[in-house]
């Protein structure tokens, strides 16, 4: 009987350790936060300064579009000023409805200004891309077979 005790207390205390482990948030320690926000994706804003997201979507236009420096150079510019206007239009105390709107006029603004730099098959070819990136078919040479 004894050692049934002893057993159980010793298997119940094994099992509860690791709740006594739990981590604490330190002053000088920032809070763990869920990194994954659903559709909005708003956390995707926090993700680099204005500069590296430009840089590195540019970089992705740049390889699949094929763009000389010279364009590459206009979209960084376009890119860079669109990042920065989502990051103010995110820091501002307006409702969601408000900011929501204005990052739909911005999307435009940008959509507009990259069709004036890109060419009509490099717009097309973006388009395209978009549209496989929001229905979860990244990447590949463009083949799908649920087409």
């Known amino acids: 009987m004894f050692k049934k005790i002893a057993l159980s207390g010793l298997l119940l205390s094994l ?11 330190t002053p000088d320690a920032p809070a763990q936060t869920n990194t994954r926000m659903g559709r909005n994706r708003s956390m995707q804003h926090q993700m680099g300064d204005p500069a590296t997201r430009a840089k590195k979507m ?8 094929g763009l000389d420096q010279a364009t590459s150079q206009k979209v960084y510019e376009a890119t860079l000023a669109r990042a920065q206007k989502v990051n103010a239009i995110q820091a501002g105390s ?16 940008y959509k507009a200004t990259l ?20 229905h979860g078919r990244r990447g590949g040479n463009g083949n799908d077979s649920r087409e």
């Open 94 to 109: 307006d409702d969601n409805r408000a900011k929501q709107q204005a990052l739909k006029a911005n999307a435009d603004e």
């Open 15 to 25: 099992f509860s350790f690791p709740l006594l482990a739990q981590q604490t948030a």
């Open 58 to 65: 540019t970089d992705r236009m740049t390889q699949a579009l």
């Open 115 to 134: 069709k004036n730099i890109l060419t009509p098959d490099q717009f097309a070819k973006l388009d395209a891309m978009k549209d496989r990136m929001k």
